[in-house]
């Protein structure tokens, strides 16, 4: 059977938010400062690169970032996760895949997000070696997010053949 040249994949983080005044809050590879805590996590817990690497991974057939960062191993305690992303792509490269793009939207009542998203945005292409966009929403006051009892986000990734020569998307 012959397999597509394309594949999908989808992701979904949440975390809830810190009771620790220093543990800094940091989405899509970006340091919020306004004040809004940081969030619960053995890592960083950037939640959008967690949503976007359980979205490549899925999209390559290598599981999930649990299976490849558990929180039971010391090594990814406070790892920045935009590092992790930028191992997961490695992984998925060595499964023969590449990023084509990434699309992901947060769900937060807190903080604003929208000053942010184009930073996010370039900081996560860059990471990924592929167009990532960033979106921002609100859960309007219904559950935990909407509470703003934690941060959400939900991410899906396209990826495509690696190319032999350069490493890229084959075309």
Do not use: Y
Request: proline fraction near 6%; include cysteine.
């Amino acid at each position: 059977m012959s397999w597509p040249a394309l594949r999908v994949g989808q992701g979904v983080d949440v975390h809830a938010f810190s009771a620790d005044p220093a543990r800094r809050l940091v989405l899509g590879g970006v340091v919020i400062e306004d004040g809004t805590p940081g969030l619960v996590g053995h890592s960083d817990a950037d939640v959008v690169a967690h949503a976007i690497g359980d979205a490549l991974l899925g999209a390559a057939g290598l599981g999930d970032l649990g299976r490849h960062f558990p929180e039971s191993d010391p090594a990814w305690a406070g790892a920045d996760s935009v590092d992790l992303l930028a191992h997961i792509v490695r992984l998925v490269a060595g499964a023969g895949w590449a990023p084509v793009n990434v699309d992901c939207t947060v769900v937060a009542e807190r903080p604003r997000l929208a000053p942010h998203v184009v930073l996010m945005g370039e900081r996560l292409t860059a990471a990924l070696g592929a167009p990532a966009h960033v979106k921002a929403t609100r859960a309007e006051g219904l559950g935990a997010l909407g509470r703003t009892e934690g941060i959400g986000c939900l991410a899906v990734a396209l990826v495509g053949p690696v190319a032999a020569e350069d490493g890229q998307v084959g075309r």
